[in-house]
């Protein structure tokens, strides 16, 4: 089970930390990633991250802004966002698999949280 946490409506240019904590089979969660959906937009990746090494992958508009981190004590994996803009607005979700893989595709995550809203205000 994955649970999504952090999201709010916040101004353009602040920062916001997302969480997500596994809980039930997380030995089965490999790998964890950041995906976003925005209203009538694909779901895209945002960031991804091992559980074991902390090996980190970002989609190419996130770098730089955005962090992906992991507490393997806590089973939490955290988003970290930064210099926040309008278009950054979406629902965002945490997923799991059962592969060392950063994939890209979310279709390749058998798990996935509840999403968790950020409204990113002009």
């Known amino acids: 089970q994955l649970q999504a946490s952090g999201g709010g409506l916040v101004q353009a240019g602040d920062s916001l930390k997302l969480s997500c904590a596994a809980s039930?089979?997380?030995?089965?969660?490999?790998?964890m990633g950041w995906f976003r959906q925005a209203p009538g937009e694909e779901r895209e990746f945002v960031a991804g991250?091992?559980?074991?090494?902390?090996?980190?992958a970002y989609a190419d508009s996130m770098k730089g802004r955005f962090t992906i981190s992991r507490d393997n004590a806590k089973n939490t994996v955290y988003l970290q966002m930064s210099i926040l803009k309008p278009e950054d607005t979406a629902v965002y979700y945490c997923?799991?698999?059962?592969?060392?893989?950063?994939?890209?595709?979310?279709?390749?995550?058998?798990?996935w949280g509840q999403g968790t809203q950020v409204t990113v205000s002009s």
């Open positions: 991250i091992t559980w074991s090494t902390g090996r980190t």
């Open positions: 039930g089979r997380t030995l089965s969660y490999y790998v």
């Open positions: 997923a799991a698999r059962t592969s060392y893989v950063i994939d890209y595709d979310g279709r390749k995550y058998g798990y």
